[in-house]
DNA sequence: AGTGTTATTAATAGACTTATTAAACAACTC
DNA sequence: GAGTTGTTTAATAAGTCTATTAATAACACT
């Protein structure tokens, strides 16, 4: 409905298939949507789907491709030298989860065609291409602060994944605490908002020497 | 393969189609399976599959179920009045763990299922049951432990969420970790065995006050 | 206005899926 | 050994999905 408006008239017919495809691959996954679902949202016809990408694997990969893009950007944070380890890794930490907020269905979307393994050289490419990069950078961090005792040993690595286990959960799981809880809208993104200072504190607390 | 020659011979056709679901459905999801490929498996004719689930759904919704239950059953561990309550922490996180070690698949597989809302009815009623109980038992241990100064104020619903975030990630992440890092069969299992560890660690550090 | 190019549609082929049905088969009872 | 019951198979209906094709509409340029 909104994506039609936005894009449809003079140049866009294109990117429209586009936007589409990026929000219902997102919501239901490669396998849960076709072409003549993607061709309905956007109000035209279902050939057309295929005259701008030929095969729907071809689109979905395009989207794929711009998710784990914005997904591992996340990451790249500018580095303030005037702030304390403690409170550069509070804002990484904080615009990782905000980031994540933003758009909410990708950490699941990401891990579930992971699992289909469609396109895992683009995958593995994107993260050998950042993540060796990310923690070398952190583990330099890391080992002036854990030499200074000002935190326990811990590996880059580890507390990485701490971060992203953490962060992401809530996301991941958005769906069952939303009947299990029986949370509204906006009890939700309270108890997100919640989530996010919760983070924080256990990461900087499990931290300490 | 392995599947077959354990059920097929007297009792079992039903018995193997419901196990080589399972496997399939795991690994692949709803949409991912068709009642073709799990005859196949079996080596039955499809239509036998039909015969005695009816329809693909049913089957799916037996799996589930099954799958279901063993998730939140879990939790429930055996409470040794003896230890003290980080013993009693330490144990229950560990055994969360390798409940999770033995069925690798089933965080992603019950995440996605839920995220294509199907059965949710089932997962709403098994989780209502249990949460509660789960919560309240763990917010009166809670309670005295703050109270008593050993831990930093928390709520169960927060540290129940940083435990499962933290042993549930590498799970999820393991196909990507496995190209990403390089990682063997081998180096795979040492790293999990690391993190078990590590979230140990890392909760335990955490709730110091 | 006419011609060539691009965008869009309707129609459909071909592959697969789920589910049903009727018939073949096996096992067991009496 | 005929009949009854339950199991398994082959065949197939009905539907959906991707992809292609041929025909039409829209546009751009001279």
């Known amino acids: 409905m909104k994506e039609q408006e936005k894009n449809n008239q003079k140049d866009g017919m294109e990117l429209s298939i586009l936007y589409a495809a990026e929000e219902l691959f997102l919501e239901k996954g490669f396998n849960g949507v076709s072409t003549t679902e993607i061709a309905a949202k956007v109000g035209c016809n279902q050939a057309l ?13 395009k989207v794929f491709e711009n998710k784990l893009k914005y997904m591992v950007s996340i990451f790249e944070i500018i580095e303030d030298e005037n702030l304390s380890f403690e409170e550069r890794l509070v804002i990484k930490i904080k615009s990782h989860f905000d980031a994540l907020s933003k758009e909410p269905l990708l950490p699941m979307f990401v891990l579930n065609e992971i699992r289909n393994n469609s396109s895992t050289d683009i995958i593995r490419e994107t993260f050998r291409q950042q993540a060796p990069n990310l923690i070398n950078k952190l583990e330099e961090e890391l080992k002036i602060e854990i030499e200074a ?4 040993n811990i590996s880059a690595f580890d507390l990485l994944i701490n971060i992203i286990s953490l962060n992401i959960f809530v996301f991941l799981a958005r769906p069952i605490m939303e009947y299990v809880l029986g949370l509204d809208e906006e009890k939700m993104s309270e108890m997100i908002e919640h989530r996010k200072q919760e983070v924080v504190n256990t990461i900087l607390n499990s931290l300490r020497p």
């Open 49 to 61: 789907v295929h005259y701008y990408y030929r095969t729907k694997a071809n689109l979905f990969q």
């Open 149 to 152: 005792k000002r935190i326990r």
